[in-house]
């Protein structure tokens, strides 16, 4: 299941949807007007799910998902730092999961603890992608 923690319009859900039909997606959006859009564009398919809500104040654990997307949905580093420790403490001798980071400060990333990169492509600090897994 992949976790995509403020979703938006939901095209990241929806690519991911395209390659991988057979997989179940969640989204949760903070901001009613993304979410109502997000809710309408994916209501005929039964793999989606689609919540309003502020992830960084719900126990998202209960999705027991394999892969978490973020495109940057903080308020600011601090906040980012500690979502990633908790959720990497509460995952490190569990399971294997995949984060996917998109337009991040990438030094922000590479510091982080119990986590390495799989794959990183940046054109500038804060423009690029990477994904990582639990350091086990």
């Given amino acids: 299941k992949l976790l995509d923690l403020g ?20 989204g949760v ?13 994916f209501k005929e398919e039964k793999n989606i ?5 502020d992830f960084t104040k719900m126990d998202f654990f ?16 601090s906040e980012f730092i500690e979502f990633m420790e908790k959720t990497t403490n509460f995952y490190l001798n569990k399971k294997n999961v995949l984060f ?19 794959e990183s492509h940046y054109i500038s600090e804060k423009k690029g992608y990477s994904i990582y897994c639990l350091d086990k």
């Fill in 62 to 77: 209960q999705y027991d998902s394999d892969c978490y997307f973020f495109n940057d949905p903080f308020k600011n580093s």
């Fill in 7 to 26: 979703c938006g319009s939901g095209r990241v859900i929806e690519f991911f949807n395209k390659n991988f039909s057979n997989k179940n997606f969640m």
């Fill in 100 to 118: 996917i980071f998109v337009n991040f400060n990438k030094k922000i990333i590479e510091n982080l603890e119990n986590i390495r990169c799989i």
């Fill in 29 to 41: 959006e903070y901001f009613s007007n993304q979410y109502d859009y997000s809710r309408k564009i």
């Fill in 49 to 53: 799910k689609i919540i309003q809500a």
